[in-house]
Nanobody, 119 residues
Framework: QVQLVESGGGLVQPGGSLRLSCAAS????????MGWFRQAPGKEREFVSH????????GYADSVKGRFTVSRDNAKNTVYLQMNSLKPEDTAVYLC????????????WGQGTQVTVSS
């Protein structure tokens, strides 16, 4: 049974930092590209970041580039998203996802973790 479980969300002031984690099970984690997406109330889900199976290739949305860093630990079946210099517009539910690297669609999704940036 595939599971993606996000953690690390919470309430943080503007300019603060959070580190999200996503623990994966039920599939061969080291073979999959992992992604982070987010969805704010009333808005569509949007891509945040991805990291290839070996960690050598990463990508970011322009809105988070230079502030967020994605990483993974294949020995722990976990992917991370370090979020710095957070802004109120980063407020959203953050979801973890997984897909085979060359696949066009994301196969697996977590339930998400809430990130709220507010003073």
């Amino acid at each position: 049974q595939v599971q993606l479980v996000e953690s690390g969300g919470g309430l943080v002031q503007p300019g603060g930092s959070l580190r999200l984690s996503c623990a994966a099970s039920g599939f061969t984690f080291s073979f999959y590209t992992m992604g982070w997406f987010r969805q704010a109330p009333g808005k569509e889900r949007e891509f945040v970041s991805h990291i290839y199976w070996n960690g050598d290739n990463t990508g970011y949305a322009d809105s988070v580039k230079g502030r967020f860093t994605v990483s993974r630990d294949n020995a722990k079946n976990t992917v991370y998203l370090q979020m710095n210099s957070l802004k109120p517009e980063d407020t959203a539910v953050y979801l973890c996802s997984a897909k085979p690297t060359l696949a066009p669609t994301w196969d697996y999704w977590g339930q998400g973790t809430q990130v709220t940036v507010s003073s």
